[in-house]
């Protein structure tokens, strides 16, 4: 029985290691995207009232109490000028959101709220009716609600503890959409996708896949970005259209070889198509420390001197030697990993031995630093 069930699993294996490995294809949404459908940001400033004595101090963010002031004002409460309003449970925030494509009157839209003053904690506080503007000036949604904070913190006798961030929220669903944003969806007779990256093959794939789909001239590859296709004229017919197309898969051409260098982080990610040529590296650390003593003169007896204090600095210079390294030719990602691994570098001597590999011709790829 063991014979015949280690035979059976030997067949299954070799048949699947027999099967073609057939690679992912990306489908059209996912490299392109329609102009003109897109999310828009909104600002407003408002208040949050309600806080436990963690809101802004008014001595120093005079523009909470003038914002409280005018508040009452329109609701027809008149503060004596010249009152001193103490209003430790008022803070003065900016309220952001994304309003997303197409989206209508009377719907519901995330918020994010976030402190302008020295408030301590929104923890607890409601948001006043805030209208939210657009970068035309013009409001597009309302907001209001109480806050969501994920932190939670606590202070006596000078000691404090704080676990995450007090001094911005969340309202789900917090503002009402109150304006509509018009869309290129429906106006004139062609639509432009825009791809996410310019690449010409890219271009290409998209324009011919919309083509085998819908017919020749369907779609035409303006330029590296820019794929201009010929829309249906009514309405309903363009939803379905564009429901067609954006799922229809296109092959993903090898991308350019490219290494990325993040030089605060000393990060180094590098595409699969980087490929490194055959060259010599040498490789040496150079260390400088600097150590100091405390140094103590006292005067002698009776000398009238005072006690001086001083320090006394060593400097050390080392440098590590450094053996020249033959790096071989590599055409794979792997091989390339394997080469520069040899080094013994670390991620910040590797930003420095990338660039010098680039300039010496070795290295295959285009060199971005972020």
């Known amino acids: 029985m063991n014979a015949i069930l280690k035979f059976l699993l030997g067949a299954a294996g070799a048949a699947l290691l027999a099967l073609p490995l057939s690679a992912q294809a990306l489908r059209i949404k996912e490299v392109a995207a329609v102009q003109g459908v897109r999310s828009n940001q909104l600002i407003g400033y408002g208040l949050v009232v309600g806080l436990d004595g963690t809101g802004d101090q008014t001595t120093q963010t005079p523009f909470t109490a003038q914002s409280a002031v005018a ?29 997303p494509a197409f989206a209508q009157p009377g719907q519901a839209i995330d918020i994010n709220v976030s402190s ?10 409601t948001l006043i009716a805030t209208p939210l503007k657009g970068a035309d000036g013009q409001i597009y949604a ?45 106006q004139g007779e062609f639509l432009q996708l825009d791809l996410n990256a310019a690449d010409f093959s890219t271009a290409r794939q998209v324009a011919e896949a919309i083509n085998r789909a819908k017919g020749a001239g369907a779609a035409e590859a303006m330029d590296g970005r820019v794929v201009r296709v010929r829309m249906p004229q009514a309405p309903g017919e363009r939803v379905a259209f564009l429901a067609d197309i ?33 060259c010599a590296v040498a490789h040496g650390n150079l260390s400088v420390s ?4 405390p140094v103590v003169s006292q005067p002698g ?43 013994g570098a670390t991620p910040q001597d590797l930003l420095a031995i990338l660039q010098a590999m680039k300039a010496a011709g070795a290295l295959q790829a285009e060199l971005e630093v972020i």
């Open 71 to 99: 508040m009452l004002q329109q609701m027809g409460v008149t503060v004596p000028p010249g009152t001193n309003m103490q209003l430790k449970n008022v803070a003065a925030v900016m309220v952001t959101a994304q309003l």
């Open 290 to 293: 600097i150590s100091s003593t």
């Open 301 to 343: 007896p009776l000398s009238g001197g005072q006690t001086v204090v001083g320090e006394k600095a060593d400097i050390q210079v080392k440098q590590d030697p450094g053996s020249l390294i033959n790096m071989p030719a590599g055409t794979k990602l792997t091989d390339v990993v394997k080469a520069l691994n040899s080094l």
């Open 116 to 125: 302008m003053g020295n408030a301590k904690s929104l923890r607890g506080g």
């Open 142 to 186: 309302m907001a209001q609600g109480n806050l969501i904070v994920g932190g939670a913190g606590a202070s006596a006798g000078g000691s404090k503890v704080q676990i995450n961030h007090l001094s911005a929220g969340r309202i789900p669903g917090g503002a009402t959409v109150e304006r509509a944003v018009a869309t290129a969806l429906n």
């Open 246 to 278: 954006e799922n229809l898969p296109i092959d993903m051409a090898t991308p350019s070889a490219k290494v990325v260098l993040n030089a605060r982080t000393g990060s180094i990610v590098m595409n699969q198509a980087v490929t490194l040529g055959a």
